[in-house]
């Protein structure tokens, strides 16, 4: 028993054969086709919808040798069909319920009606002859070609269904000997297209494979893709709304089938003109004109990624404590149903002899930011606090997950767009236990634009003034150390603002106390402390 219903389709045979009985049958078959119109496979859950519809199936020049054991097709054609491919919501595909076998009730065999042999039968000792093997058959065909075909793919497990076709898609396959463990050429190209996308993106496959064992050495090439097909994933995770993007790879990869797979992973990706908002409002959340990934390269089980050069060019994102005192980053994030009420579960005990997987080892050989644009506003102050660092450009060079090396940072940029700002050091936040020596300094940054802190915490605008700020810090084994100097000229407060958090404290003195006769403010300490702590 089946799970589907197949519409008879208009089936055309045609052959010329010779037929000899002298000993063994022989039967030669040539010029041999078949032409199947108008096959369509149904769902017996679903006799509305077709599974797969497939207008022309045929298979042309085929000869057939039965002495020989030999069969050769000349060309397998299956033109424009469809196949509607649907995820149901716990992850079940229709192909793999429509192919399964039907269930049904088996008569079970009554113990007492085993035959049980005599007591007094003596075991046989004779060895079973050993069978002939059997001569394989030899079957060749010279070209498989789908063309013009349709993948509509739909997962019904996001909130709001995916739904995504491929179209029009093309597979060729050459000199195929299915029976043999020889290598063959796939070649696969298709469109890709969604109703939430405009454009469609390409996708190009050639694959040298082999079936026993399996390997396979495949070149990836994807032109075009747009993120915004992916949003049903996106809007169950986050409250977020790609806008925009679109995703470039050319990869080489590599996989054989072993105990432990080896995978490689070769080539360069990208994403260009991505743009991040907030769901259902028109603010920015995360957005860049492209994103190059160039030489990367990753293998399996040595489970290493390595990357040459990572490229970012003009960056925008923010950070904002809103008014309730949340942030946009926790208003985005979407708690997993039922997790409030969940169950601990308890983890399973892992036995001594097994060890731990081995983190992954991870190099980049360089970073490039250009034309980063980073925000930041504090809608809790009155009136809101707001600052920016723009036009900030350097570089990120050596990271890496050994705990021996450390990366060279050297950014600069501005501080509220005049203030001049640079980042420059050592660090490496990828090890286990993360290091830096850095040192930070800007200069010359307008003091008015803390008023809204001043005016809470300290009861005064500030009316003039500038800071500038030169600190340097050194984490090494969790213990952080920290030289800061902080130099304020020229700060004047101005109005009285009343507020409920204000400290009263005589901020004015202290001002005329610290300053100098130039009006300068010079303040230099240290800090330090254990992370573990």
């Given at each position: 028993?089946?799970?589907f219903?197949?519409?008879?389709?208009?089936?055309?045979?045609?052959?010329?054969f010779s037929?000899?009985?002298?000993g063994?049958?022989g039967?030669q078959?040539?010029?041999?086709?078949?032409?199947?119109?108008d096959?369509?496979?149904?769902?017996?859950?679903?006799?509305?919808?077709?599974?797969?519809?497939?207008?022309?199936?045929?298979?042309?020049?085929?000869?057939?040798?039965?002495?020989?054991?030999?069969?050769?097709?000349?060309?397998?054609?299956a033109?424009?069909?469809?196949?509607n491919?649907?995820?149901d919501?716990?992850?079940?595909?229709?192909?793999?319920?429509?192919?399964?076998?039907?269930?049904?009730?088996?008569?079970?065999?009554?113990p007492?009606?085993?035959?049980?042999p005599?007591?007094?039968?003596?075991?046989s000792?004779?060895?079973?002859?050993?069978p002939?093997?059997?001569?394989?058959?030899?079957?060749l065909?010279?070209?498989?070609?789908?063309?013009?075909y349709?993948?509509?793919?739909?997962?019904?497990?996001?909130?709001?269904?995916?739904?995504?076709?491929?179209?029009p898609l093309?597979i060729n396959?050459?000199e195929?000997?299915?029976?043999l463990?020889?290598?063959?050429?796939?070649?696969?190209?298709?469109?890709?297209?969604?109703?939430?996308?405009?454009?469609?993106?390409?996708?190009?496959?050639?694959?040298?494979?082999?079936?026993?064992?399996?390997v396979a050495?495949?070149?990836?090439?994807?032109?075009?893709?747009?993120?915004?097909?992916?949003?049903?994933?996106?809007?169950d995770?986050?409250?977020?709304?790609?806008?925009e993007?679109?995703?470039?790879?050319a990869?080489?990869?590599h996989?054989?089938?072993?105990?432990?797979?080896?995978v490689?992973?070769?080539g360069?990706?990208?994403?260009?003109?991505?743009s991040?908002?907030?769901?259902?409002?028109?603010k920015?959340?995360?957005?860049w004109?492209?994103?190059?990934?160039?030489?990367?390269?990753?293998?399996?089980?040595a489970?290493?990624l390595?990357?040459?050069?990572?490229?970012?060019?003009?960056?925008?994102?923010?950070?904002?404590?809103?008014?309730?005192g949340?942030t946009?980053?926790?208003?985005?994030?979407?708690?997993?149903?039922?997790?409030?009420?969940?169950t601990?579960?308890?983890?399973?005990?892992?036995?001594?002899?097994?060890k731990?997987?081995?983190?992954?080892?991870?190099a980049?050989g360089a970073?490039t930011?250009?034309?980063a644009?980073?925000?930041?506003?504090?809608?809790?102050?009155?009136?809101?606090?707001?600052?920016?660092?723009?036009?900030?450009?350097?570089?990120?060079?050596?990271?890496?997950?050994d705990?021996k090396?450390?990366?060279?940072?050297?950014l600069?940029?501005?501080?509220?767009?005049y203030?001049?700002?640079?980042?420059s050091g050592?660090?490496?936040?990828?090890?286990e236990?993360?290091?830096?020596?850095?040192?930070?300094?800007?200069?010359n940054?307008?003091?008015?634009t803390f008023?809204p802190?001043s005016g809470t915490?300290?009861?005064?605008k500030?009316k003039?003034g500038?800071?500038?700020?030169?600190?340097?810090?050194q984490?090494?084994?969790?213990?952080?150390?920290?030289?800061n100097?902080?130099?304020?000229?020229q700060?004047?407060?101005?109005?009285v603002?009343?507020?409920a958090?204000?400290?009263d404290?005589?901020?004015?003195?202290?001002?005329?106390?610290?300053?100098?006769?130039?009006g300068v403010?010079?303040?230099?300490?240290?800090?330090?402390?254990?992370?573990?702590?």
């Amino acid at each position: 028993p089946v799970n589907f219903h197949l519409q008879a389709p208009h089936l055309a045979f045609k052959t010329k054969f010779s037929m000899q009985m002298d000993g063994a049958l022989g039967l030669q078959a040539v010029n041999t086709s078949l032409a199947l119109n108008d096959l369509s496979l149904y769902s017996k859950d679903n006799v509305a919808a077709p599974v797969i519809q497939l207008p022309l199936l045929s298979v042309n020049d085929v000869s057939l040798n039965l002495l020989q054991q030999s069969v050769v097709v000349g060309n397998f054609q299956a033109d424009n069909g469809v196949v509607n491919l649907v995820l149901d919501k716990h992850g079940v595909a229709n192909l793999q319920t429509v192919f399964s076998p039907a269930v049904e009730e088996q008569a079970v065999a009554s113990p007492t009606a085993t035959a049980l042999p005599p007591a007094n039968a003596t075991p046989s000792t004779a060895a079973a002859p050993t069978p002939t093997p059997a001569k394989p058959w030899d079957v060749l065909i010279h070209q498989v070609r789908f063309t013009n075909y349709t993948i509509n793919i739909r997962d019904e497990k996001p909130a709001q269904a995916f739904a995504l076709s491929l179209t029009p898609l093309s597979i060729n396959i050459d000199e195929w000997k299915p029976l043999l463990p020889e290598r063959f050429t796939v070649q696969l190209q298709t469109g890709i297209t969604s109703e939430k996308i405009q454009q469609a993106g390409q996708l190009q496959i050639n694959t040298q494979l082999q079936l026993t064992p399996l390997v396979a050495d495949t070149h990836v090439n994807l032109q075009q893709f747009q993120l915004p097909a992916i949003q049903s994933y996106v809007q169950d995770a986050v409250r977020a709304q790609i806008k925009e993007g679109q995703v470039n790879a050319a990869l080489d990869i590599h996989f054989e089938s072993a105990e432990k797979p080896v995978v490689g992973v070769q080539g360069t990706a990208g994403i260009k003109k991505l743009s991040i908002k907030e769901q259902g409002r028109d603010k920015n959340l995360l957005q860049w004109d492209a994103l190059d990934i160039a030489g990367l390269s990753f293998q399996l089980p040595a489970n290493a990624l390595k990357i040459d050069k990572v490229t970012l060019e003009k960056p925008e994102t923010g950070f904002v404590i809103n008014e309730d005192g949340s942030t946009n980053i926790q208003k985005m994030l979407i708690a997993s149903s039922g997790s409030a009420n969940k169950t601990p579960v308890k983890k399973p005990t892992v036995a001594k002899s097994e060890k731990p997987a081995a983190p992954m080892k991870l190099a980049i050989g360089a970073v490039t930011i250009r034309g980063a644009n980073l925000g930041f506003a504090d809608l809790t102050m009155k009136p809101n606090f707001k600052v920016a660092m723009s036009q900030l450009s350097g570089s990120i060079k050596g990271l890496s997950s050994d705990p021996k090396t450390q990366a060279s940072i050297d950014l600069k940029g501005k501080v509220d767009r005049y203030a001049p700002v640079v980042i420059s050091g050592k660090l490496n936040p990828l090890a286990e236990k993360p290091s830096l020596d850095t040192h930070l300094a800007f200069n010359n940054l307008e003091l008015t634009t803390f008023t809204p802190y001043s005016g809470t915490y300290a009861g005064f605008k500030i009316k003039q003034g500038q800071l500038s700020l030169d600190i340097n810090y050194q984490l090494v084994d969790n213990k952080i150390q920290g030289k800061n100097k902080i130099v304020m000229n020229q700060l004047q407060l101005g109005e009285v603002v009343q507020s409920a958090k204000a400290i009263d404290l005589p901020l004015r003195l202290a001002i005329a106390l610290l300053r100098d006769e130039n009006g300068v403010i010079d303040l230099g300490f240290d800090v330090g402390g254990d992370l573990n702590d």
